[in-house]
């Protein structure tokens, strides 16, 4: 079984994020992402969506965003930034890989089980999944005949 310092489940924003701050607390990070590219939902969520805040006040560690700092990035420029910034990142990271459950072991480390049946040994884990991962819609009076929403899942 593979060990490593720290397991980062999740390539989003919080992933990469924690990933640069590992390494800069000397730890040897490994990012496991379920999906094709690390970016977690962004890809998914509607085209016309832009960040909230200002891009100079949005940018992941050390990387700023490029451009006007006073612009409100859109979704295609906030993935974009999220690969380069993954590019940059000094860090296994993995895509393709979803962790099906993690269980502590007897060493006071943790065994991750991927799906696919290979098991990690990390020492640390973060998890920065997410939340749109499996979205939870509940039961309310109304919602019977209604269509979830596209960047759902």
């Given at each position: 079984m593979e060990r490593v310092d720290v397991a980062v489940i999740g390539g989003g924003q919080s992933g990469l994020a924690a990933a640069h701050a590992l390494r800069r607390e000397g730890l040897v990070p490994v990012v496991l992402e379920a999906s094709d590219r690390p970016s977690g939902s962004w890809p998914r969520y509607y085209d016309s969506l832009a960040l909230f805040s200002p891009a100079?006040?949005?940018?992941?560690?050390?990387?700023?965003?490029?451009?006007?700092?006073?612009?409100?990035?859109?979704?295609d420029e906030v993935v974009t930034y999220l690969w380069r910034y993954a590019d940059r990142l000094d860090?296994?990271?993995?895509?393709?890989?979803?962790?099906?459950?993690?269980?502590?072991?007897?060493?006071?480390?943790?065994?991750?089980?991927?799906e696919g049946g290979d098991d990690l040994s990390a020492r640390g884990v973060v998890?920065?999944?997410?939340?749109f991962g499996r979205p939870h819609?509940?039961?309310?009076?109304?919602?019977?005949?209604?269509?979830?929403?596209?960047?759902?899942?």
């Open positions: 100079g006040y949005s940018s992941l560690p050390g990387v700023p965003f490029d451009g006007d700092p006073d612009r409100y990035p859109h979704r860090a296994d990271t993995r895509t393709g890989t979803r962790v099906r459950e993690i269980r502590a072991a007897a060493d006071g480390a943790f065994t991750l089980m991927l998890a920065a999944s997410g939340t819609s509940p039961a309310l009076p109304g919602l019977e005949g209604s269509t979830p929403s596209r960047w759902r899942g």
